[in-house]
């Protein structure tokens, strides 16, 4: 063989090599990603996006599992768990009997073994929503509890306190009855708040001082004025805060009042589901890794929620936007 022939045969050699090796590349970047699951040493919460509610799952060091609200009927929260590699839920928390926190609690409950559930007992003109959500509790025979300001509960490293309620309701708004947990893992320390409003904001100043401090804050009642001011970002003192709503919501989250008190602090990075998607802490017991499924331009976070839905700017002080809201089944 000439040898102007054998290098010509190399080179078509070489040639099927590398298409064949790419070929094999990308049907490896066609195949899905593992399934994330717990991280040893580390914590890691999922603010999921799930529109206009609320839901958050940590995954514990130990390989445990907590839900803290399902989101609202239709939601694809069950989804978004298997998705991240939930496979059964320790401890499961309906913050309170408010559609928008527990619509898929029953979904989720089917779909997972929950060992443990904690509900605050509010049970005010009940809805048929909470009424099923109880019957699933009773017959599937899941450890309950209503747990009160006080409480606290260890899983492995990690510590939860209940901050709020306390062992009576302070009014008969569902919101004011949500439990209130502080996470700490290490020196991490975050805040998940339901809807408590300016009430129960005030009675956990009183009674938690310095309990209430958190490196994160999830901001009560979705961005709302009646769930963050400047009191209680002085008592909380977050670096962090999480909001959790949907883009052209009809609430008007998050609210005038609330954006701008966030855009003044600068020390305080704003993380939000409506724009950036589901939000991920990775904490390591010293520090809060953020990350998000979408990057927007950090002057968007501080988009109300009618700019962001392309609505005129409501002229009023806000108050009225809440008070709207509350008449619109008490969110």
């Given at each position: 063989?000439?040898?102007?022939?054998?290098?010509?045969?190399?080179?078509?050699?070489?040639?099927?090599?590398?298409?064949?090796?790419?070929q094999r590349c990308l049907k490896r970047k066609e195949q899905p990603e593992p399934t994330p699951g717990p991280i040893a040493g580390k914590l890691v919460v999922r603010?999921?996006?799930?529109?206009?509610?609320?839901?958050?799952?940590?995954?514990?060091?130990?390989?445990?599992t907590i839900l803290?609200?399902?989101?609202?009927?239709?939601?694809?929260?069950?989804?978004?768990?298997?998705?991240y590699g939930v496979q059964e839920i320790d401890l499961a928390i309906g913050t309170h009997p408010h559609a928008d926190h527990i619509g898929q609690m029953v979904e989720v409950m089917r779909a997972f073994k929950v060992k443990e559930f904690w509900d605050a007992g509010f049970a005010n003109?009940?809805?048929?929503?909470?009424?099923?959500?109880?019957?699933?509790?009773?017959?599937?025979?899941?450890?309950?509890?209503?747990?009160?300001?006080?409480?606290?509960?260890?899983f492995g490293e990690v510590k939860l306190q209940v901050l709020n309620p306390a062992a009576s309701f302070i009014d008969?708004?569902?919101?004011?009855?949500?439990?209130?947990?502080?996470?700490t893992y290490g020196k991490n320390r975050l805040l998940f708040t339901?809807?408590?409003?300016?009430?129960?904001?005030?009675?956990?100043?009183?009674?938690?001082?310095?309990?209430?401090?958190?490196?994160?804050?999830k901001a009560a009642h979705h961005g709302s004025s009646n769930g963050t001011n400047k009191d209680i970002l002085d008592a909380v003192r977050p670096s962090i805060i999480t909001i959790s709503c949907a883009a052209?919501?009809?609430?008007?989250?998050?609210?005038?009042?609330?954006?701008?008190?966030?855009?003044?602090?600068?020390?305080?990075?704003?993380?939000?589901?409506?724009l950036e998607g589901t939000i991920t802490a990775l904490c390591d017991g010293n520090t809060i890794e953020m990350s998000t499924e979408r990057q927007v331009d950090r002057a968007m976070l501080y988009a109300t929620g009618d700019e962001v839905a392309g609505k005129p700017q409501s002229s009023?002080?806000?108050?009225?936007m809440d008070a709207g809201k509350r008449s619109r089944r008490s969110r």
């Amino acid at each position: 063989m000439k040898k102007s022939t054998r290098t010509l045969l190399l080179l078509a050699l070489i040639v099927i090599a590398l298409i064949f090796f790419y070929q094999r590349c990308l049907k490896r970047k066609e195949q899905p990603e593992p399934t994330p699951g717990p991280i040893a040493g580390k914590l890691v919460v999922r603010f999921l996006n799930i529109g206009q509610g609320d839901s958050q799952v940590l995954q514990l060091p130990n390989g445990q599992t907590i839900l803290i609200d399902a989101g609202d009927n239709g939601k694809p929260t069950v989804q978004l768990l298997r998705d991240y590699g939930v496979q059964e839920i320790d401890l499961a928390i309906g913050t309170h009997p408010h559609a928008d926190h527990i619509g898929q609690m029953v979904e989720v409950m089917r779909a997972f073994k929950v060992k443990e559930f904690w509900d605050a007992g509010f049970a005010n003109n009940p809805t048929k929503t909470y009424r099923d959500m109880l019957a699933e509790i009773k017959k599937q025979g899941i450890k309950f509890a209503a747990p009160r300001r006080g409480d606290s509960r260890d899983f492995g490293e990690v510590k939860l306190q209940v901050l709020n309620p306390a062992a009576s309701f302070i009014d008969d708004s569902p919101n004011n009855a949500s439990i209130v947990v502080r996470v700490t893992y290490g020196k991490n320390r975050l805040l998940f708040t339901g809807d408590a409003e300016i009430a129960a904001w005030r009675q956990m100043i009183e009674s938690a001082g310095d309990k209430l401090h958190a490196d994160l804050l999830k901001a009560a009642h979705h961005g709302s004025s009646n769930g963050t001011n400047k009191d209680i970002l002085d008592a909380v003192r977050p670096s962090i805060i999480t909001i959790s709503c949907a883009a052209g919501n009809d609430y008007h989250h998050p609210h005038p009042r609330v954006v701008n008190l966030l855009k003044r602090d600068n020390n305080v990075r704003v993380y939000r589901t409506d724009l950036e998607g589901t939000i991920t802490a990775l904490c390591d017991g010293n520090t809060i890794e953020m990350s998000t499924e979408r990057q927007v331009d950090r002057a968007m976070l501080y988009a109300t929620g009618d700019e962001v839905a392309g609505k005129p700017q409501s002229s009023d002080d806000g108050g009225a936007m809440d008070a709207g809201k509350r008449s619109r089944r008490s969110r």
